[in-house]
């Protein structure tokens, strides 16, 4: 590098002020050198952070190396020149060993990383439903139902005192009986645990509560001070907002209509409808006048796409399905 007629190694001079060991002229040299581009401030910079990184022990966590950089910078680029003092960072090892520190720590570093996530994955397994239906068979021989754009994780290994699944939107479950082994699921803030018995659980995160029904056995759901026993025929509902947790008896006919294709409507509201559609196809359906909600349905729906089970209600009555930007809203003056 050159600076007016002169040729000076800056590098070894930067070396000489860490040291302690630059006189007053060669400070005064580097530090209008350092002032001179904001290119030789960046190297300066980097030359600081390697040394202060050569000297690292036996504890690297103790080194903060951008404090150190902003205490040299203090120094080093104070307006007042003559306030300039000479500072010492000797490294406690030879500089030319810094970038083979680095390159070591880092590749420990990357090894470390992929070895854990390695291990991890194996640990676990991952299901996740797009857009259909998923089954899954665990290693006890339980089934699994996935709704769409739902998932499960459960691990290889098999726990001496449980069976854990977490899932992630909804699901039902056929429990294989294991009586030294409970099965319990993991949904948001509440805990289902059982021994055998099939159930659903509604745990997808757009909705104000999280729903356990039970079709067969006995079921014990859980929140963080609440616990309810749930029988074949009974609901758990937990309240997300509030952390109520309530027992009744479970009126939603249509609760498994995403995985056996059927809907079936007596004298349904509108409201109800919509929720059980949204369930079903994933999608989002709403009501734009308020007075439709109380509007009733009779019909049963076997195998019918969206568009078609849309097209009825329509008709039967005689409100419009507007289609707007991926939704559709049910609009109208009222029943007739």
């Not at 902003?70 to 490294?91: G, L, M, V, W, Y």
């Not at 059982?194 to 067969?216: C, E, M, N």
């Not at 509902?237 to 309530?246: E, M, R, S, V």
């Not at 995985?259 to 409201?271: A, M, P, S, V």
Request: with cysteine; hydrophobic share 40%.
């Amino acid at each position: 590098m050159k600076e007016g007629k002169q040729n000076i190694d800056y590098f070894k001079l930067i070396s000489k002020y860490l040291s302690g060991n630059a006189n007053e002229l060669e400070v005064k040299q580097l530090e209008d050198w350092v002032l001179a581009s904001s290119e030789n401030k960046e190297q300066f910079k980097a030359y600081k952070k390697a040394w202060i990184l050569s000297g690292i022990n036996q504890n690297i966590k103790e080194i903060d190396v951008d404090k150190e950089w902003e205490n040299t910078a203090k120094q080093i680029f104070s307006e007042k020149k003559d306030n300039i003092r000479q500072i010492s960072a000797k490294p406690r090892y030879r500089i030319g060993n810094v970038f083979r520190i680095a390159a070591a720590a880092a590749i420990i570093l990357i090894t470390s990383l992929w070895m854990y996530r390695y291990l991890e994955k194996d640990k676990y397994v991952n299901v996740v439903a797009q857009n259909n239906i998923e089954e899954s068979i665990l290693p006890d021989s339980s089934m699994i139902y996935l709704n769409r754009y739902s998932s499960v994780k459960y691990p290889t290994m098999k726990n001496k005192k449980h069976r854990m699944v977490e899932l992630t939107g909804d699901a039902f479950f056929e429990v294989k009986r294991d009586t030294a082994h409970s099965f319990i699921v993991k949904a948001d803030d509440i805990r289902v645990e059982v021994l055998g018995t099939s159930f659903y659980v509604d745990a997808r995160k757009d909705q104000t509560q999280i729903v356990v029904i039970v079709k067969s056995g006995t079921v014990a759901v859980a929140s963080k001070d609440k616990k309810i026993i749930l029988k074949a025929g009974e609901a758990g509902i937990y309240i997300k907002k509030t952390g109520a947790l309530i027992k009744k008896q479970n009126k939603d006919s249509n609760y498994l209509a995403w995985k056996t294709d059927l809907l079936i409507f007596e004298k349904t509201g509108l409201e109800d409808v919509v929720f059980d559609l949204n369930r079903k196809f994933h999608t989002d359906i709403s009501i734009g006048n308020p007075q439709l909600r109380s509007c009733e349905i009779t019909a049963t729906f076997n195998k019918k796409s969206l568009d078609a089970i849309i097209n009825i209600i329509e008709k039967t009555l005689k409100i419009k399905a507007e289609k707007k930007d991926g939704r559709i809203i049910f609009t109208g003056e009222g029943c007739n």
